[in-house]
C-alpha cells in the first residue's frame, strides 16, 4: 500500500487537498503520468492508496478543478496539464483584505475618460443623478507572476478626487487605498455586490474562456462621509477566481 504524504507543495505557499490530489499531481509534474495518459481507474486507485472511492471522487474532482485532469464517464480520467492553472483566491474577513485585494496583480489601464453619466452608473452602482463626474477606467487585471488575465476591471474615480501622481497606466495597488493615502481621508463605508453572469464574447476574447461560461461580477462602492468617491466592478470567469469570506464570532454573539 502506498503511503500518501501531505506536505508535496504544487508552489512555495500552497498544498494541493486532499493528500492523494497532491500525491498525483506530484506524479503527474515527475512523468509518472504523461501529458495525455490515462490515470488508474478509481477503483485500483482505492485499492492501492488504502482509500474509500469518494475519497478518490474527491482527489480527482480536486485535480479537474485545477485543471490537471478531464474526467469523462466512460472514457476514464486524461492529464491534460502537467501543472496546476493558477487562479485567484479572494479571502475577505477584514478591511485589511479588501485593501490587500490588488496584491500580487497589476490592473492594466486601457481606456481613461471623463463621463457624468454612463448606464453602468445606473445598472451597477446606483449612483446615476449626474451629481458628479467621473474618471471612467477600463482594463485587464494580470497576475503579476504569470501575467495571466484573471478580471476585466472598470474602475470610477470621482473627478475631485482624481489629481492621484501614482495614477499611471498600470496601477498595481488598490485604488481606494491610494485616494486616502494622496487625501488624507478614510473610507468609512464599503459596499459590496456579488452576482453571477455568462461570459459575453468580449469577456471570452480578453480571459480566455467560452462565450457563455459561468463569470463571478464583484461590484464594490466606497464611500467617505456618506458620498460615494471610488467604484469598481471586476469581471472573473469562475474557474480562475475563488471568493472567500470569514465571520469571526464574538463571545458575546450567538
Given amino acids: ?24 499531481c506530484t506524479q503527474i509534474r515527475e512523468g509518472r503520468y504523461p501529458l ?13 492508496h488504502g482509500l474509500s472511492r469518494y475519497a478518490v471522487r474527491e482527489a480527482m474532482t480536486r485535480l479537474q478543478d485545477i485543471g490537471m485532469v478531464d474526467k469523462r464517464r466512460g472514457l476514464g480520467t486524461r492529464v491534460v496539464a502537467v501543472a496546476p492553472r493558477e487562479d485567484h483566491l479572494y479571502r475577505l474577513s477584514t478591511v485589511a483584505d479588501l485593501a490587500s ?14 463621463v457624468d453619466r454612463h448606464p453602468e452608473l445606473d445598472d451597477v452602482f446606483h449612483v446615476g443623478d449626474g451629481q458628479h463626474r467621473w474618471v471612467r477606467l477600463e482594463g485587464v487585471r494580470h497576475l ?6 484573471i478580471s476585466i476591471d472598470i474602475a470610477y474615480l470621482r473627478e475631485d478626487y ?34 453571477a453572469d455568462l461570459a459575453r464574447s468580449r469577456d471570452a476574447a480578453a480571459l480566455g474562456c467560452a462565450v457563455g461560461d459561468a463569470m463571478l461580477i464583484v461590484a464594490r462602492r466606497f464611500f467617505h462621509q456618506d458620498e460615494p468617491i471610488v467604484m469598481t466592478m471586476s469581471r472573473h470567469p469562475s474557474s480562475k477566481f475563488r471568493y472567500v469570506s470569514t465571520f469571526n464570532i464574538g463571545a458575546d454573539e450567538s
Avoid at 485585494?101 to 471623463?114: C, S, V
Fill in 36 to 48: 495525455g495518459s490515462l490515470l488508474p481507474p478509481e477503483h485500483e486507485l482505492a485499492r492501492v
Fill in 1 to 24: 500500500m502506498t503511503r500518501i504524504e501531505s506536505g508535496l507543495k504544487m508552489s512555495d505557499s500552497e498544498v494541493i487537498n486532499p493528500p492523494l490530489a497532491n500525491y498525483i
Fill in 101 to 114: 485585494y490588488a496584491h500580487g496583480t497589476d490592473f492594466l489601464i486601457q481606456t481613461r475618460e471623463l
Fill in 144 to 149: 503579476a507572476r504569470s501575467h495571466e488575465t
Fill in 162 to 195: 482624481s489629481d492621484i501622481p501614482a495614477l499611471g497606466r498600470t496601477l498595481s495597488a488598490n485604488l481606494f487605498v491610494l485616494v486616502e493615502n494622496q487625501f488624507a481621508i478614510r473610507m468609512d463605508r464599503i459596499e459590496q455586490e456579488v452576482v
